[in-house]
């Protein structure tokens, strides 16, 4: 089994700043491309953004040139930079990790833009 384990979460102004991180430790042979999806209340859970083993990435386009996604491959972390932040991206994060094709989930962290 592989763990993601995520933080970073919290309230933030807009315009402000969050990183969020996720580190996956157990299993973690075959973990390909990593990435973060996020649920905002009433809506459905989203693509944010990924980032392949090769370090390829590809973003929503409403987070694009505000956010970004990297990795350490070394410690089998992922991690969000998210600046400019809006109102609109309150929203559940969820850590996602490829593992042998199959698609694996973080318990997700609350992001909250709000003045």
């Known amino acids: 089994q592989v763990q993601l384990v995520e933080s970073g979460g919290g309230l933030v102004q807009p315009g402000g700043s969050l990183r969020l991180s996720c580190a996956a430790s157990?299993?973690?042979?075959?973990?390909?491309?990593m990435g973060w999806y996020r649920r905002a209340p009433g809506a459905q859970r989203e693509l944010v953004a990924l980032i392949s083993s090769g370090s390829s990435t590809n973003y929503a386009d409403s987070v694009k040139g505000r956010f970004t996604i990297s990795r350490d491959n070394a410690k089998n972390t992922v991690y969000l930079q998210m600046n400019s932040l809006k109102p609109e991206d309150t929203a559940v994060y969820y850590c996602?990790?490829?593992?042998?094709?199959?698609?694996?989930w973080g318990q997700g962290t609350q992001v909250t833009v709000s003045s």
């Open positions: 157990g299993s973690i042979l075959g973990i390909s491309a």
């Open positions: 996602y990790v490829r593992k042998w094709g199959t698609a694996k």
